[in-house]
């Protein structure tokens, strides 16, 4: 099982911007379809956005969409949440995720979570 550590979470005034990012120990981490997920206190964990072990395809939740962008880069076992235009709504625990594909990811079937950075984003 892959192991998955995010850093770059943080406290940003809305507007801000942050980066965060997930480091995989996983060799053959081009292999991997990687995705963010985050959660609220009290509600599910919900999908973000998830990448292709290329990073040819990517797919965005509705509310984030033309704010966050997702990366990766495969020599350095490492995916990004660009995270711009942030708004207080945007406030929970991001969680990095390793998965078998885009769809059974996007669907929430996740082989390997990370554990969990905060973003908090002040009005």
């Known amino acids: 099982q892959v192991q998955l550590v995010e850093s770059g979470g943080g406290l940003v005034q809305a507007g801000g911007s942050l980066r965060l990012s997930c480091a995989a120990s996983?060799?053959?981490?081009?292999?991997?379809?990687m995705g963010w997920f985050r959660q609220i206190p009290g509600k599910e964990r919900g999908f973000v956005a998830v990448?292709?072990?290329?990073?040819?395809?990517?797919y965005y939740t509705d509310s984030v969409k033309g704010r966050f962008t997702v990366s990766r880069d495969n020599a350095k076992n490492t995916v990004y949440l660009q995270m711009n235009s942030l708004k207080p709504e945007d406030t929970a625990v991001y969680y990095c995720?390793?998965?078998?594909?885009?769809?059974?990811?996007?669907?929430?079937?996740?082989?390997?979570w990370g554990q969990g950075t905060q973003v908090t984003v002040s009005s």
């Open positions: 996983e060799l053959t981490f081009s292999s991997i379809t």
């Open positions: 990448i292709s072990r290329s990073g040819s395809t990517v």
């Open positions: 995720a390793a998965g078998a594909t885009v769809l059974s990811l996007r669907l929430g079937n996740v082989n390997s």
